[in-house]
């Protein structure tokens, strides 16, 4: 079955880095466009990164844009978020979701997301 | 603040029906048929319950279902049962830039 794993949380201070991963199970990752969506404690959901499943096209929310950076790596199955200039605001649980529809599929969305991860908890505190 | 409007609950008894409304713009669900919902236990992942305004996935009961006029989207829940209580949230796809949104949620509690 579909399984996907984040990893690379914890805490950091103000201005600082930290590397989240997704490693991807159960489906051909590579056909797959990717996001992360992350969740604020007590709080709503908010999209936060798409890659496409070959990686050649990219969007952030305005609230990150360049200060993180999506990538995947398809041979290791993997997608990761690169986050720098961590801001308390920043502080969330970190989801990655799969779309539901893939590069040559015939059913479903690109615009929903059928798998989810457990998320990864990054708390951004002095 | 959230780029959808949702009602922040709703409440209904066993057997009854509800529906909760997800408020847009001409740019996101008045634009694309693409408004998706999903259902959220505390301390769980989301799950996908509605996509493209009114398609279940395989495995998700007919008492849910999805709507859309103008710009406002709706989740119907009808034959409330106890284990709907949960957070449900809509999200849309917005395309310039391409980007996509969420409601604020909306949680829902069976009496």
């Known amino acids: 079955q579909v399984q996907l794993v984040e990893s690379g949380g914890g805490v950091v201070q103000p201005g600082g880095s930290l590397r989240l991963s997704c490693v991807a199970s159960?489906?051909?990752?590579?056909?797959?466009?990717m996001h992360w969506v992350r969740q604020a404690p007590g709080k709503g959901l908010e999209w936060v990164a798409f890659l496409q499943h070959d990686a050649n096209d990219k969007a952030y929310a305005g609230s990150v844009k360049g200060r993180f950076t999506i990538s995947r790596d398809n041979s290791d199955s993997t997608l990761f978020l690169e986050m720098n200039s961590l801001r308390g605001d920043d502080t969330a649980v970190y989801f990655c979701a799969k779309e539901q529809k893939g590069n040559n599929d015939g059913s479903g969305s690109h615009f929903a997301w059928d798998s989810w991860g457990q998320g990864a908890l990054v708390s951004v505190s002095s | 603040q959230s780029a959808l409007t949702q009602p922040a609950s709703v409440s209904g008894s066993p057997g009854e029906s509800i529906t909760i409304s997800c408020s847009g713009t001409s740019s996101d669900i008045g634009a694309f048929n693409y408004v998706s919902w999903y259902q959220q236990h505390p301390g769980k992942a989301p799950q996908l319950i509605i996509f493209d305004v009114s398609n279940r996935p395989s495995g998700i009961s007919n008492r849910f279902s999805g709507s859309k006029s103008g710009t406002t989207a709706s989740l119907t829940i009808s034959g409330l049962q106890p284990e709907d209580e949960s957070d449900y949230y809509c999200t849309s796809f917005v395309h310039n830039p391409p980007r996509r949104v969420f409601g604020g949620g909306t949680k829902l509690t069976v009496l």
């Open positions: 159960g489906f051909n990752f590579y056909n797959f466009g």
